[in-house]
């Protein structure tokens, strides 16, 4: 069996290297080779990796992505069905569920948030309804998690945007604004988020031990006869 993560993409090299760190630890993990790829701005695509593994061996994908928008939907199943692989089985994404919730939380504390500080949600961005029901879901979520309502912004596609969801917290009252990045890898969008006015901004999930084991376990419950069980 194949193992392939498929992340997004960034110009940034030290996002593309952390995707690369992020496969190594699930790679440890399981005890077999993770392949990664990429569907936007740098290579390889998920197509070509697909299509350089063995054909006599089933293939799991997982999307490393934290909704099921447009590259989960669409890109994802356009590059296995190019790849020409017979037996490739695509996994649920990243999000929304408790795992990278807990992560979210986790980077939120490192950052220095207390509770009683306003925090808002940061994604990339869509116009994918059912992602954007998603990203609902993991602000309520997260809303639990802090015991105060989280607030959703966006760093590209949609609105508010995290600058405008910053200055209007602001404008509200005097508490501290934190915004918690539902980012995979660091890159362009995790830059504006530092760039929003707020007091904190939390690290990409990237390399987490939680996304790791998440990730694992898409892996593993995929094929489950195949792979040893995640810590």
């Not at 910053?166 to 604004?177: D, H, P």
Request: proline letters at 6%; aromatic letters at 4%; a positive charge.
């Amino acid at each position: 069996m194949s193992l392939v993560l498929v992340a997004h993409g960034t110009r940034k090299p030290g996002g593309v290297a952390m995707i690369g760190d992020l496969a190594d630890r699930v790679s440890h993990l399981l005890g077999r080779t993770v392949h990664v790829s990429f569907v936007d701005v740098v290579g390889p695509t998920p197509s070509e990796v697909i299509a350089g593994l063995p054909t006599d061996a089933p293939v799991v994908v997982v999307p490393a992505f934290l909704a099921s928008g447009y590259h989960v939907r669409a890109d994802v199943p356009a590059h296995v069905a190019a790849s020409g692989h017979p037996a490739v089985t695509v996994t649920a994404p990243l999000g929304p569920c408790h795992g990278t919730v807990r992560v979210l939380a986790d980077r939120l504390r490192e950052s220095g948030w207390r509770p009683g500080d306003s925090v808002i949600l940061a994604a990339a961005g869509t116009s994918d309804p059912g992602a954007q029901s998603d990203l609902r879901r993991t602000a309520a979520l997260l809303s639990a998690v802090t015991g105060d309502r989280v607030e959703l912004a966006y760093a590209a596609t949609g609105s508010p945007g995290v600058a405008d969801a910053v200055a209007t917290q602001r404008r509200r009252g005097n508490r501290r604004i934190a915004v918690a990045s539902y980012l995979l890898a660091d890159g362009l969008f995790q830059d504006r988020l530092r760039d929003s006015g707020a007091d904190l901004v939390s690290a990409p999930l990237g390399t987490h031990s939680g996304m790791v084991r998440l990730i694992a376990n898409r892996f593993r419950r995929a094929g489950v006869l195949s792979l040893p069980a995640a810590a």
